[in-house]
């Protein structure tokens, strides 16, 4: 028995000398670790901070100032602006520039003084489901310090400000019609770049890649070979996830197909060039492996997925620009729950062109160093 554990130990310091003599294991073992914890660090918080919200004071009375004052001076909500009618309101929802609007009627200060409840109705941006629910929260408790404050000023009246909360886009708030078209992007993610970030290191691996130079076929046909089994299966696969998310899991699919299916297009364009960039740089299939899963992760982090982009960083913000999951979410879920058509994607759809287009043509130029 001690001689078995000798040999055990003796292996295992062999293996641990092996994986730390190599510089490239060695940054492998020290950077990435602590680049995911600064993107985790910095990008993934459950905290709301500076909601957009915009107002519809019907009122105008000292009361209602009073009112907004408490969420604009509040470091949870912005105020964006004041609009005077209601197509303004449904717009600055539709667009995406308010989480939350506020509607406050004529009689909100009279029915206060006169000691009866006033309503106010909040309507939020329900396409993210966990962000319009932190909201509601939020807007709960200020106006609960709202009533307080009333209470004592006004003895022994007891006037109360009462939220009607309505959800746009997710009447309920059903927190599986955000996640599932999520999770769709990040499965067609997976495929694709799994397809493409492993198919040059293989070649190398078996030994195949040689034969390449000795073939008639130019560079740029074998990067297109390599780049179209990733379309093919990144679009089967997206299709099938489609599927199932509609009649499995009934999530109410109210947009354009059309719409759909080219932002599925411009998102392969961009990550089966991304995953032909890892291969082209890997020697084996486990580093291509470690390249994929390298990306994958802060892109999933970066893309909004979890946590509104607005609440990062402005320097992380500006890095999720980079991110195609980012991109291609809003797509999912604009074509899910917003019904909406490609008109309304194009802000969408030349990003991940743009992308695509530059991975590609860097992942083609170390395609022919390594034919070269």
Sequence with gaps: MHQIFQRVI?????????????????AVLIGPPIIQLLVFGYAATFELKHVPFVV????????????IARFSGSPTFDLLRVVHDQKSLQSA??????????????????DLEAGRSAHIQLILDGRDSNTAGLAIGYAQSIVTTFNQTQI????????????????????????????IPGICGILTLLVSLLTTGLSVAREREMGTFDQLLVTPMRPSE???????????????EGSLILIVSVFWFHIPFTGSLLALY???????????????????????????????FLFMVPAIVLSGFSTPIANMPLAVQYITLIDPLRYFLIILRGCFLEGGSAALFWPQYWPLVLIGMISMIIAGRLFRSQLA
């Design 222 to 236: 074998i990067l297109l070979g390599k780049a179209l089994p990733g379309f093919l299966v990144g679009t089967v």
């Design 152 to 179: 004592a000023a006004n003895g022994a009246r007891a006037p109360a400000a009462v939220l009607l909360n309505r959800a746009w886009f997710n009447p309920n708030l059903d927190s599986r019609w955000f996640i």
């Design 262 to 292: 080219f932002g599925l297009f411009c998102f392969l364009l961009s990550t089966v060039g991304i995953g032909l960039m890892i291969s082209s740089l890997a020697a084996t299939q486990q580093q291509g492996l470690l390249g994929v």
């Design 93 to 110: 929802i539709d667009d995406k520039s308010a989480l939350m609007a506020m509607d406050i009627g004529p009689n909100f200060s009279a």
């Design 10 to 26: 003796a292996l295992a310091i062999k293996e641990l000398l092996a994986l730390l003599r190599d510089s490239a294991s060695r």
């Design 56 to 67: 519809y004071n019907q009122d105008q009375g000292q009361m209602s100032r009073e009112f």
